[in-house]
């Protein structure tokens, strides 16, 4: 005759799969060594800890409200399958994909049962390759897709102020440099340019690549004379004595990012034609 219980619980501890048995009061009963590894904690100390103390503080929430979460996945005949965040004893963050169910305690007691695969490797490679499509290649910037996302961030979020100023920057007579002395030395002159300015703003604004030896910039609470202020400091950090022409421009009152960045745009227009090596602004373009 097979001992299933033993049977089951040598499965329980060879488990590559994090296993983890809580009672009625969210503390843990058992674990198994692949849930221990997930959290970062000894198994032989997990006895009697809630899971919360490992849990990302972004995702307490959500942990406070998983009693909720399997009435309402039971009520529907559903199991529940949530994603959430360990923060490791090393300080690291995992991952992990989390089924959760009900099972029978001493007494008719409500236990859960949480089988917890590691997904951290794949948030990892989904973070990179996000992080890759949103970024230039040459000059580790945010490329135009990145900057579309920034913008959104900048004026969805309630918290942030809706002033903003955007600009575009062009360099000076690029083609000519780079004819001059070869493209090598042109793409090396837009790296170490990007290098200084994301040096110089810091957080104070943000710059993506728009293509070719094209910049576009975004600040966030600040008006044009702000904008006007750091195109100058911009100005001191070209390589090679090497100039560029900007266009600023402060988002409107009832106007989009696109017309506005479409002014920005304009005015640069008007500074090249102009004899470059000028920022115009909205407030500053000669009429």
Excluded at 48 to 53: L, Y
Excluded at 106 to 134: C, K, N, S
Excluded at 258 to 280: E, I, N, Q, V
């Amino acid at each position: 005759m097979v001992d299933t219980d033993r049977w089951y619980r040598e499965m329980f501890e060879a488990s590559t799969v994090g296993l983890a048995l809580a009672d009625e009061n969210g503390l843990l009963v058992l674990a198994n060594d692949a849930y221990a590894a997930i959290v970062g904690c000894p198994r032989h100390l997990l006895a009697g800890r809630s899971s919360r103390e490992f849990t990302h503080p972004d995702d307490l929430a959500q942990h406070a409200a998983m009693e909720q979460i399997m009435d309402e996945a039971k009520a529907c005949g559903e199991s529940v399958h949530v994603e959430k965040r360990y923060l490791h004893a090393d300080g690291s963050v995992r991952w992990g994909w989390i089924s959760a169910s009900e099972v029978p305690g001493p007494g008719g007691a409500r236990w859960t049962m949480a089988v917890v695969h590691d997904t951290t490797d794949r948030r990892r490679v989904e973070d990179d390759l996000r992080v890759a499509a949103q970024t230039d290649a040459l000059t580790g910037l945010l490329n135009r897709r990145g900057w579309r996302d920034r913008l959104h961030a900048l004026t969805t979020q309630p918290e942030i102020d809706a002033t903003l100023a955007l600009a575009m920057i062009d360099f000076d007579r690029f083609k000519s440099y780079n004819d001059e002395h070869g493209h090598g030395r042109g793409d090396r002159l837009l790296v170490r340019f990007s290098v200084a300015a994301a040096d110089l703003l810091g957080a104070r604004a943000s710059i993506a690549r728009w293509g070719g030896e094209e910049f576009a910039l975004a600040m966030p609470g600040v008006g044009s004379t702000t904008m006007a202020a750091v195109l100058t400091e911009l100005a001191t950090v070209v390589p090679d004595k090497q100039t560029f022409s900007a266009g600023y421009a402060t988002l409107r009152a009832g106007e989009t990012v696109d017309d506005c960045f479409d002014r920005a745009d304009m005015l640069l227009y008007r500074a090249k034609f102009d004899g470059g090596a000028r920022s115009y602004g909205d407030d500053s373009c000669p009429t």
